[in-house]
């Protein structure tokens, strides 16, 4: 055998040896990312299952916080009746009524009960007394419903006592419509319905989770309202009971559903979605991940990359998704823009015509300037600063928000009995606010000067809605701008006197 033969078989080993050691590199990497993308993705489905379940929760919440409103808004529309003074006081049972005095006091009630329900679609809005007799507007399909039953069956929907009052709905299987019944005295009782479906504007499924079941269910679980209006009236199917029942609030999430119940009165909020729609994102990436890991062996550190990079990505879509606004801005501190509107809409709307309120605007100055110039870490640091200065000015009564990139709303609650003290303290807080922007930023921009305008307008003189408040401190905002900026205007209805701060 010559040298060269004999070198033949040495070489085909060390090549063997090479290939192996290629395949055992290879089938160890495979191996390791198998494990770890295992391990990473049990780890995920564990953390998104959670902040699933925390996120739909808080979704509950704020259904559960629109009826509650949406129910205090029908119960204060359905009181204003007895600002009519004959809605409370007359009595159709009273055998020494005049026929004519009682005819000509029924129209009146008549009217102010129509005045009050014409922008609202209500089916019946009136009253009824214990002869059955009515005034009002009484649907003809409400009479054939209750038929001589009217009072009787209206009055056992009364249901808290300390407010003589109660909702009902389901009358001989009929969840088409929801009653409000008030007692205005023994022999007389008040009420609205209108149909479930007026409770679409309540219940706004998110888009992006189109999959999502929101029901009000009553304490036997029939359905008082569904999206799809074949499910009302019918029970919620026995999957979603067994998950909630004799619960008033939880959330829960399983292999097959994520789960999420709260009370609102003697009614619940239910809110479903199957566990595989809310994950089908997820999962479709596991497969990615899988496939790219063994495929990519040889690039094991550039597929670890891509590895976190796509399922990281799934989960802070699905997280976005989910996410009852967040009712805080978390740069600031105050609320958004949204959730202002809401507390400030509620607190105007609720107010006695005695009480009083201010509402004060505040826009950053050339706050384009800032940015553009300083850039924008120091621009959130301005906004972040703008969000302390707000709070340290008003008190915690005091509704605080950021309603755009950089204007700030304030709705001020603290109770006065003078109105010219009352201007007189909303004047300092305005002033204070001004010197607030001097002190802060005084020594932080020698580029711009960072200043606020601001306008302030006063209710009920000036409105007594959010919509109507905000138009008037807008435009008391817009004189200030006008008037060179760095200052604060309060509006003032008489046009002779708009100018003056």
């Not at 040298?3 to 590199?25: E, T």
């Not at 049990?42 to 509950?60: F, G, H, I, R, Y």
């Not at 729609?277 to 990436?285: F, I």
Request: with cysteine; proline share 2%.
């Amino acid at each position: 055998m010559s040298k060269r033969d004999r070198k033949v078989p040495s070489l085909k080993k060390i090549r063997n040896i090479q290939i192996l050691m290629i395949v055992g590199y290879a089938v160890i990497v495979i191996a390791a990312l198998v494990i770890v993308s295992s391990l990473t993705i049990a780890k995920t489905d564990e953390v998104l299952k959670d902040q699933a379940v925390n996120l739909t929760s808080s979704l509950n919440v704020q259904m559960k916080l629109n009826m509650d409103s949406y129910l205090s808004r029908m119960e204060t529309i359905a009181t204003l009746a007895f600002g009519e003074e004959s809605s409370y006081t007359y009595d159709a049972t009273d055998p020494s009524n005049d026929e004519f005095e009682a005819i000509n006091t029924e129209k009146v009630i008549t009217d102010k009960l129509y005045s009050l329900c014409i922008m609202e679609n209500f089916v019946d809005y009136g009253i009824v007394y214990r002869n059955n007799r009515t005034v009002g507007k009484i649907s003809n399909g409400t009479s054939t419903l209750f038929g001589d039953k009217l009072f009787t069956e209206l009055s056992s929907m009364i249901t808290r006592p300390r407010t003589n009052d109660g909702w009902s709905t389901g009358y001989q299987n009929d969840f088409k419509r929801i009653y409000y019944v008030k007692q205005v005295h023994e022999n007389a009782v008040l009420f609205i319905s209108f149909y479930a479906s007026e409770l679409d504007s309540v219940f706004d499924n998110p888009e992006s989770l189109k999959d999502m079941k929101i029901r009000l269910v009553n304490s036997e679980y029939d359905t008082i309202y569904s999206e799809d209006s074949s499910e009302i009236g019918e029970p919620l199917p026995e999957e979603i009971i067994s998950r909630i029942k004799g619960r008033s609030s939880t959330a829960e999430m399983d292999n097959d559903y994520l789960v999420s119940v709260n009370s609102c009165g003697d009614w619940f909020v239910v809110c479903s979605i199957p566990s595989s729609s809310l994950l089908s994102e997820k999962n479709e990436m596991t497969t990615f991940i899988y496939i790219t890991a063994i495929a990519a062996a040889f690039l094991a550190v550039l597929g670890g990359f891509i590895f976190s990079y796509q399922l990281i990505r799934p989960i802070r879509k699905t997280v976005t998704t989910l996410d009852t606004k967040a009712s805080v801005d978390l740069l600031t501190g105050v609320f958004n823009k949204l959730s202002f509107e809401e507390y400030a809409g509620n607190a105007l709307s609720n107010s006695l015509e005695s009480e009083m309120h201010a509402m004060i605007i505040l826009d950053l100055d050339n706050f384009k300037g800032i940015n553009d110039t300083l850039g924008h870490a120091f621009g959130d640091s301005v906004l972040k600063r703008t969000g302390e200065i707000l709070r340290t000015t008003f008190s915690e009564d005091d509704y605080l928000g950021r309603i755009g990139g950089d204007e700030f709303c304030v709705l001020v609650n603290t109770r006065f009995d003078d109105s010219e003290k009352f201007r007189a303290f909303v004047r300092d807080k305005c002033e204070e606010l001004c010197r607030s922007f001097h002190d802060s930023f005084a020594d932080k921009s020698r580029e711009l000067k960072i200043s606020a305008s601001i306008g302030a307008a006063f209710s009920p003189e000036s409105g007594t809605s959010f919509t109507e408040l905000y138009a008037a401190v807008d435009k008391a905002l817009y004189r200030s701008k006008e008037s060179g900026r760095d200052t604060y205007s309060f509006y003032e209805p008489d046009k002779e006197s708009e100018g003056a701060k």
